[in-house]
């Protein structure tokens, strides 16, 4: 009988102690480049602090998000687009701070692998660490899972954590909505973080050629179309937000226009949306023609080319669409708040669908 001598090591079990103290030592000058009022930007502590009073606020609440990027990763994975998921990752939480009106204050990110590659790991917290400056909000720390067996070697998982915070009675709550309001949409910057898995589905059943150009955008090669970062919409809202401009905001991820909107509405009042009151955006119309996906099954899943909508009272329309244009938006009027339950109803030329309050889409046409 023999036995085995030689001694084990946390390395010869596939974790690597030195690389990810590598990373920790590479990623210190992009996260010191998020630095804010209130935040060090230094990292390598058991957790990070941030002072909301240096940052200027009086009683303020605080209002917390957590969300991931999806099956949009594996994209990222198979085609080496690592250096934009980080900025998905960051808009998925800050998006959802904003509505609150909330502004971004700091952030942390989770990142899980098989194996470790400082190479991909800087380029993705490179990302993460972009979309903290856009959103205006500090990384101020994270963690670092090298998971050998639960991941492949290649494979990577995100998620993200953010706080931010309002002044208390400036929250947006939608109690301010009533039947009259105009309904603003910003436009999206392609298919954000949702419904990828049936864009991947597509892909695979009808052989794109990802590395081609875009049949609908020759310019672009189909993967950088859908590659392309969510739109992180704060600088732009923030500042209307706490001009009291803007009765409530819903960011258009999963469930789309139709489950959204109603998220942010009180009871007796209802969402009435004109799809034909914008163009579709060349690439949802890809999308749709390609899985010959029905308008209401579009309407669940995809943006359809709006990634946030504001209910704005009809006497302040013209100054907040000027002022958000001004900041690079494009914005677009897609329908109003009328009396009625609860709820969402898209109207276009294709048919009509609604939502009700407890999320259940029923076609009316």
């Avoid at 990222?76 to 971004?104: F, K, S, W």
């Amino acid at each position: 009988m023999s036995s085995n001598t030689t001694p084990y090591t946390y390395a010869q079990a596939g974790v690597s102690i030195e690389a990810g103290n590598r990373l920790v030592k590479a990623i210190g000058p992009l996260v010191k480049a998020t630095m804010r009022p209130g935040a060090d930007g230094e990292i390598g502590g058991f957790g990070g602090f941030f002072d909301p009073k240096a940052a200027g606020y009086k009683d303020p609440l605080l209002v917390a998000g957590n969300d991931g990027v999806g099956t949009k990763l594996k994209l990222a994975i198979d085609y080496d687009r690592h250096d934009t998921v980080g900025i998905d990752l960051v808009a998925m939480c800050v998006n959802d701070l904003i509505v609150q009106g909330a502004e971004p204050l700091f952030f942390l990110d989770y990142f899980a692998t098989g194996k470790l590659e400082n190479g991909v790991a800087e380029r993705v917290i490179a990302g993460i660490a972009e979309g903290c400056k856009l959103a205006g909000c500090a990384l101020i720390g994270g963690e670092t899972a090298e998971m050998p067996g639960m991941y492949a070697a290649d494979d990577y998982d995100l998620a993200g954590f953010c706080v931010g915070a309002v002044e208390r009675g400036e929250q947006l709550t939608g109690e301010r909505v009533a039947p009259g309001h105009v309904l603003l949409g910003l436009a999206s910057s392609g298919v954000h973080s949702n419904g990828y898995s049936l864009v991947r589905r597509l892909a695979e059943d009808k052989f794109w050629k990802m590395d081609r150009p875009a049949i609908f955008d020759p310019e672009r090669l189909l993967i950088d179309t859908l590659a392309e970062p969510t739109r992180i919409y704060v600088a732009s809202l923030l500042p209307l937000v706490r001009e009291g401009l803007i009765d409530a905001l819903a960011h258009i991820t999963g469930g789309g226009l139709l489950e959204n909107i109603p998220r942010v509405l009180p009871q007796g009042a209802h969402a009435q949306v004109d799809a034909d009151d914008w163009d579709q955006p060349r690439l949802m119309a890809f999308l749709q023609a390609q899985g010959q996906i029905e308008p209401e099954e579009m309407a669940r899943t995809f943006n359809c080319g709006v990634g946030m909508v504001l209910a704005v009272t009809p006497d302040k329309v013209e100054t907040v669409r000027g002022r958000l244009e001004d900041a690079g938006e494009t914005v677009l009027t897609i329908g109003r708040i009328a009396e009625g339950d609860k709820g969402c109803t898209v109207r276009g030329s294709a048919g009509t669908w609604s939502a009700r309050e407890d999320w259940e889409a029923v076609h009316l046409g």
